[in-house]
């Protein structure tokens, strides 16, 4: 059974940091593309950031570019998202999730359509 667990969310002022952690059991997420995504009230959930199986290859939406860092760390099963600078635009839940997918990670990362699995989510909070 896959299970993929966030944490590390919390409450911040503005330009302040938050690193959000992802566990993963029961799938190999080394051999398959991930994400971050995030919903805030009322809107689409959106992709924030996406890893390549590797680790080498990283993707992020224009709105978090040169402040949120994705990283892996495949021995440990584990995803990160470093966010720093953080705007209240930045107020979302935020969830890790996996795919399949073993190549094209730079085409799909943004579509959540694409993703098999999901955490339950971590709240972040950023106030002015």
């Known amino acids: 059974q896959v299970q993929l667990v966030e944490s590390g969310g919390g409450s911040v002022q503005t330009g302040g940091s938050l690193r959000l952690s992802c566990a993963a059991s029961g799938y190999t997420g080394g051999s398959a593309c991930m994400g971050w995504f995030r919903q805030a009230p009322g809107k689409e959930r959106e992709g924030v950031a996406g890893i390549s199986f590797s680790g080498i290859n990283t993707y992020y939406a224009d709105s978090v570019k040169g402040r949120f860092a994705i990283s892996r760390d495949n021995a440990k099963n584990m995803m990160y998202l470093q966010m720093n600078s953080l705007k209240p635009e930045d107020t979302a839940m935020y969830y890790c999730?996996?795919?399949?997918?073993?190549w094209g990670c730079g085409t799909v990362w943004y579509d959540d359509s694409k993703y098999n699995y999901w955490g339950q989510g971590t709240q972040v909070t950023v106030s002015s």
């Open positions: 999730a996996g795919t399949r997918l073993r």
